[in-house]
């Protein structure tokens, strides 16, 4: 017999630990190869960990709440074989190159500082967790435990990100060290500080409800993203009878074909991507004095859970996929995510989102951008109205099916005429859908 080292695999993109949630099985338990017997949290998503291997648990290394690094050691099975020899995973990369190709966005001078920044600051013996990349950044900008203890991380527990940390040096004051000559003692300008909720009563009947940890997350990352994006939003009313007849026109076809329900929603992206294609420099995000143009073209599709949170799972290369892949594509996700079967990769890598706030019945809404993206767009509640048609005989009024779109995006690097073309293209797409379009 064998042991066998289970460890806490990648799970995409700037996803460096996980917190244990709870173990499916005990110790001296048999498990199956792919059973699931680890579920975890990450400040994406819950997931499950299955087992490669058959075997027993012979150990459980990290407990419940306890946080596991990618590529630590969370349990070791006993397996079937040869010899006594530890088996186990390929391991977390430990080079700055294997680092760079895990985290294809980080940046070339954090990943230089990685292979040779060796500073006098090497925060050991501090009480903060600091991933190796966080930690190579803040030698390299020469950033002290101090200003570190002053960094609100988003990061899981308040664990400092890599956007954390970056946004902090973009915004840091430089050194008040300059000339000697200068005598006369400057008064430091008052940075803004961060706005604090005015106390609230709790009344005698009042219930007090605690934040579950996915609702703090979330809330966390509006209040970031308002901090960080100058949010505009433009609105437009678009005609979609066409789009209407042509749905009702194919849905039950499909899914007889396909056994898939045919929503709006992949009618929706479609026109979103024809528009990306159209405005490239939407599909964007921010670095610092940076402007990162995506290649991919990532579709987030907000969705409400049952417990009333919200996830953004991601359509990845939307523009590669036909109506019927879309289709496909947005169902699974939709079902897995009201089904917690999500994983951490399904919410990462959206470079643009949309909202289906008429889902709820809205005819509106003013969307919050999901952070590093630049824009999102919401789509209402598809109403039937009065309009007025111009035909070739003069004007007529006849009901219409009519829907409002409401686009946020980010003034830092999205201007109004680009904002609203874009917004307008999409309209157009669906104001003119071809009703001889194939599904």
Do not use: C
Request: a negative charge; zero cysteines.
């Amino acid at each position: 017999m064998a042991e066998y080292k289970l460890l806490l695999p990648s799970m995409g993109e700037g996803v460096m630990e996980a917190t244990i949630i709870s173990w499916m099985f005990s110790e001296g338990d048999s498990v199956k190869e792919d059973d699931s017997v680890v579920e975890i949290a990450t400040d994406k998503v819950d997931s499950d960990v299955p087992t490669p291997v058959s075997g027993k648990i012979l150990k459980i290394l990290k407990q419940k709440d306890e946080v596991a690094k990618v590529g630590e050691a969370i349990a070791i099975l006993e397996v079937s074989g040869a010899g006594d020899a530890v088996a186990e995973q390929p391991q977390e990369p430990k080079s700055a190159e294997e680092v760079k190709t895990q985290i294809p966005n980080v940046d070339s001078d954090a990943v230089k500082a990685m292979e040779s920044a060796k500073t006098s600051t090497n925060f050991e013996g501090s009480d903060l967790y600091l991933s190796p990349l966080v930690k190579s950044i803040a030698q390299q900008e020469n950033i002290s435990e101090a200003e570190l203890q002053s960094i609100k991380g988003k990061g899981l527990e308040g664990r400092i990100t890599k956007e954390d940390i970056l946004a902090f040096v973009a915004n840091r004051q430089a050194p008040q060290s300059a000339p000697a000559a200068a005598q006369t003692p400057v008064t430091p300008t008052p940075q803004a500080a961060a706005p604090v909720s005015a106390p609230v009563q709790v009344n005698a009947g009042d219930e007090v409800i605690q934040m579950d940890r996915v609702r703090k997350i979330i809330a966390e990352a509006m209040v970031n993203s308002k901090r960080i994006s100058p949010h505009v939003t433009s609105f437009i009313e678009t005609d979609v009878t066409n789009v209407v007849k042509w749905r009702t026109k194919h849905k039950d076809i499909f899914e007889k074909r396909e056994g898939e329900k045919l929503t709006y929603m992949p009618i929706f992206v479609k026109a979103i991507v024809k528009a990306i294609q159209d405005f490239p420099l939407i599909n964007i995000s921010v670095d610092g004095d940076k402007i990162i143009k995506k290649k991919n073209i990532n579709i987030g599709m907000a969705t409400a859970l049952p417990d009333g949170n919200l996830i953004v799972p991601v359509i990845k290369n939307a523009d590669q996929l036909s109506l019927s892949g879309l289709a496909k594509a947005i169902n699974d996700l939709a079902h897995r995510a009201r089904n917690k079967k999500l994983r951490p990769e399904d919410t990462q890598g959206a470079t643009y989102t949309i909202s289906n706030v008429g889902g709820f019945g809205n005819l509106m809404g003013t969307p919050i951008i999901p952070q590093p993206q630049v824009a999102i767009l919401a789509v209402g509640a598809i109403v039937k109205k009065p309009a007025v048609l111009e035909t070739k005989d003069g004007d007529v009024i006849a009901i219409r099916n009519l829907m409002f779109m409401s686009h946020s995006y980010d003034h830092r690097v999205v201007d109004g005429s680009l904002g609203g073309m874009f917004l307008k293209h999409v309209h157009d797409y669906l104001q003119n859908w071809d009703m001889n379009t194939e599904i």
